[in-house]
């Protein structure tokens, strides 16, 4: 009935403003919130999972509804929702980072020896820190100054979000050591979002795979 409501009333950039500004709002107050109750001793006997498992589910959540947008807005016939996607991937960034900088603090003190011990170890780890490059160069490139300059490459970086995706997936299932009931729902709604941009997802591998072939060719005339 909602989605119903919302395909027959139109939304207004002052729509989005609006929704925009509560995500603001909801994503930063619940961040504070969790942080402040880890701090005052809040969150149950273990803060620091407490807080780990907040920020990754938080990150893979907003990244997931990031990945929704498109497809929403064209299910709907909403152009204005796309708008919604950058703000929201960029939390999904932000989160990621909360998540990374509190294992970092919390858990390992500060020992970055002990951190690349830990990602050569832990391949977990290794994909996990991988997914955050990937998304902080997506939010490092995500300005419009930046897009213009970039012009067509900016779509071609901006289509690892669907690696960095399914990295996040991989560590979510590879950091549980019992319970993967919720990491492999969350898995399963990340390949039906996938299914539906599979043009785009697939455009990363094939470019890659496009300019190996390429290589080779040359390497074989040259031969």
Known sequence: MGFVLIKFTRITPAHTFWIKLALHVIALS?????????FTDQLGADPVKAILHFTGIGAFNLLLISLLISPLAKYLRQGQLVTLRR???LYAFVYAACHFTS?????????WSLLF????????????FVALLILSMLATTSTKSIQKRMGRAWQKTHNWVYVASLLVALHYIWSVKSELIQ?????????????????????????????????????????
């Open 183 to 223: 990491p492999i729902i969350y898995a399963l709604i990340l390949l039906v979002l996938l299914i539906t941009r599979k043009a785009k997802f697939l455009k990363p591998f094939k470019s890659r795979l496009h300019k190996q072939t390429n290589t080779e060719q040359t390497k074989k005339k040259l031969a």
């Open 117 to 128: 011990s830990e990602l050569l170890k832990r391949p977990y780890i290794s994909v996990g």
């Open 103 to 111: 294992y970092l603090l919390f858990e390992l003190q500060l020992e």
């Open 87 to 89: 703000p929201i991937g």
């Open 30 to 38: 619940l961040l504070l919130m969790t942080y402040y109750q880890a």
